[in-house]
């Protein structure tokens, strides 16, 4: 499949099977992931996989939505603001962009693999740093829940809602 079409072909899941994720997919999945690009390459990410029935209970109380409920298993995508490359003229951490690049390969990946994902950043960070008993200098950056869609055809046609080139793109300056 051509990149531009698993693009297209990505969407948010919000609803899954109970179908148990088989390891080497997930594996696969995390193996796109860490090998996603990072300023100076120094992949200052973590990624916690939370399959256990306790591990998902903390999860889950972090973002208490129904939906999230149904995914069989999650990835916490954590910064490792210890060793992130900061931006020497304003000292912008870069941590935050490279867990996304990161993130976006796992989704990626999962939709090749025909799997379901949704990035979720409204949730209790505090809560989940304690609950996964993250160290100093690591932040949940966003959670994915993972699983096969419960809708089986949930990933042929489904429509996009984006802005046309001409209202997202300039050339040379503004």
């Given at each position: 499949?051509?990149?531009?079409d698993l ?6 899941v919000r609803s ?9 997919k ?14 100076c ?12 029935p ?6 889950q ?7 999230f ?20 003229f304003?000292?912008?951490d870069?941590?935050?962009?490279d867990a ?23 949730f209790?960070?505090q809560?989940?740093?304690?609950s996964?008993?993250?160290p ?36 040379e300056?503004?």
């Amino acid at each position: 499949m051509k990149l531009i079409d698993l693009i297209r072909k990505r969407c948010s899941v919000r609803s899954y099977s109970s179908r148990t994720v088989e390891k080497e997919k997930i594996d696969y999945i995390l193996e796109a992931a860490r090998l996603a690009p990072s300023a100076c390459n120094l992949q200052p990410w973590r990624f916690i996989v939370v399959e256990s029935p306790e591990g998902k209970e903390r999860i889950q109380a972090c973002y208490g939505r129904e939906w999230f409920k149904t995914a069989p298993l999650y990835i916490v995508v954590c910064c490792d603001h210890r060793h992130s490359w900061k931006r020497p003229f304003d000292g912008k951490d870069h941590a935050d962009i490279d867990a996304a690049i990161a993130t976006e390969h796992l989704c990626l990946a999962a939709t090749e693999q025909g799997l379901g994902t949704c990035w979720v950043c409204h949730f209790d960070a505090q809560r989940c740093a304690r609950s996964f008993r993250l160290p100093e200098g690591i932040e949940p950056a966003v959670l994915i829940p993972v699983g096969y869609p419960a809708e089986s055809d949930l990933f042929e046609p489904t429509p996009k809602q984006r802005k046309t080139a001409d209202e997202v793109m300039v050339r040379e300056s503004f």
